[in-house]
Nanobody, 121 residues
Framework: QVQLVESGGGLVQPGGSLKLSCVAS????????VHWHRRAPGAEREGVAC????????VYATSVKGRFTISRDNAKNTVFLQMNSLKPEDTAVYYC??????????????WGQGTPVTVSS
């Protein structure tokens, strides 16, 4: 069964950090670029970051650049999102998704179920 499972979300105070994980099963993740998306309450889904299949190239949304870092461990079939200096506006459900290709084309195919992140004091 092809599956992506996110974890690591939770409640954190403004200025804090969280590290999200996205573990793939049923397929080899290193054939694909991987995206992190988020959907805040009442808002449209937003692309947060993407990393290519080898981990040598990444791209970030302007709103998170310099605070979030995407990385991957292909030996563990896992992609991470390190989130630092969190702000209340980062509150959202975070989803990982594979790209159709091994580079960040913007076409997400397989999706995880999401992990919620709440930034609040």
């Amino acid at each position: 069964q092809v599956q992506l499972v996110e974890s690591g979300g939770g409640l954190v105070q403004p200025g804090g950090s969280l590290k999200l994980s996205c573990v793939a099963s049923g397929f080899t993740l290193d054939n694909f670029a991987v995206h992190w998306h988020r959907r805040a309450p009442g808002a449209e889904r937003e692309g947060v970051a993407c990393i290519n299949h080898s981990g040598e190239a990444d791209v970030y949304a302007t709103s998170v650049k310099g605070r979030f870092t995407i990385s991957r461990d292909n030996a563990k079939n896992t992609v991470f999102l390190q989130m630092n200096s969190l702000k209340p506006e980062d509150t959202a459900v975070y989803y990982c998704a594979t790209d159709r290709y091994d580079y960040c084309s913007g076409t997400s195919t397989t999706w995880g179920q999401g992990t919620p992140v709440t930034v609040s004091s």
